[in-house]
């Protein structure tokens, strides 16, 4: 045990050491290969040595090659810096190290608070049992999807975890083009097929266009096949576009669809100043993803899936051999029969510290910030002789493009812009496709983000175009 009070300490001082000293250093940098090979292919070993040895390491050789999203030019992706509170209390969960599968403990009973603050903060309605903390949003779209086919193919008088989907008619599922890939993973992997995915155009805001939705829907009843399914986006990854949540609950409503919503990234930014008028219709999901690991700034990792009634993820999921017997449970029963995974990790506590530490006026004022700053480098990118904008933003994420001297070499170029900009150290963003051409994307999520930050941006997307031009 000495031991470990030792080195404890000094872990803590590493890892607040580590958080202090982000924005003064790189992004981001290349691995060299000394250490790229002691990460990657070291031999097992077999001795063990001291703790405090293992943290030299740990400082000389992970600490100093993080994926960057610590640092406040870190726009990549959707990848938040680590919340103080989480950091804190991550060691306190794995010093408890519960499975919070069920039972009686501070774990499963926090998990319970933590899903109904998160429904509370974006307004979701709650009932006790409807959700669960996930490793994040594809664990919870495949706990949504999942749980829809059960009700499905349950009205039609056939129970799915018995039969299969041999018996069923081909179900359909509906999501936009701008939705995002774990909804096809899910799908694929649940046995329902990609093709029976159908991909809804979007408006030129990259909204889902509910017009041609109600046309394929239509088109699948009069073909035989059976809608089942609309995803709905609230804050997609390439734009951050928030699809209109209400039309779409009333498409579903009318053709008898399971709605679902992906708030994995955007459902927060409901939190906004003056949120985009797509976010109505939120609360008309029968599941929402929402993702405490992205805006919320909870350490990876940590999902979450709430739905409106509790016993659909339950008749989906449950499933209790002898040996996991509880006859102390209460009405609710154990969280793993509301999902695939049994030993369930306490994910909760980092949920709990995160909210507790920020307030809900906390993390109002970090989504006003954010998707303020958002706004902020929309209108440098439009004021730029040099970039065009390519949507107005709605949440926190920009797309836009750098105008190339030649327009034959902008595609080539924008989409070597990202690593460029990254190999440099000074910012890091990521690129995309956006109505078939290369777009890059900056998503803001850093509390410490300043308007510098967003200038020191765009200079060094500049730069790294001039380097690749020559
Ligand atoms: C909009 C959206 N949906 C789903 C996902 C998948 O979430 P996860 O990576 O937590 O599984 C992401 C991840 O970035 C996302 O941004």
Redesign the pocket.
Known sequence: MDELWRASRSAADLATGHLAALPGGPVWRPVPDADRSWLARQPLPEAGRPLETLLDDVRDRVLPYPMGNGHPRFFG??NSPPSPAGVLVAPLAAALNPSCAGGEHAGVLLERTAVRWLAELVGFPHQPGAGLLT?????A?IVALATARQWATGRNGCDVREAGLYASRPLTIYLSSEG?S?LRKAAELLGLGSRYLRVVPVDDAFRMDTVALRRLITADTRAGLRPFFVAA?A???NTGAVDPLEDIAEVAREHGLWFHV?G???ALGILADEPDPGYAGLARADSL?L?P??WLGVPVDC?CVLFRDRSGPRDAFSLVPPYLRDDGADELGWFSEYGPEQTRPFRALRVWATISHLGREGIVRLVRRTTGLARTLAAMVDAAGDFDLLTPPVTSVVAFRYRSPAPDEADVLNQRIPSAVQRRGRAFLTGTQLSGAAALRACVLHPDTTEADLAILLDEIRTAAKQITG
């Open positions: 992706w959707v490793s994040g949003a594809s664990l779209t995002h774990c986006s804050g997609t990854v992906d994995a990234y955007g993803a993702d690991h992205k999902g």
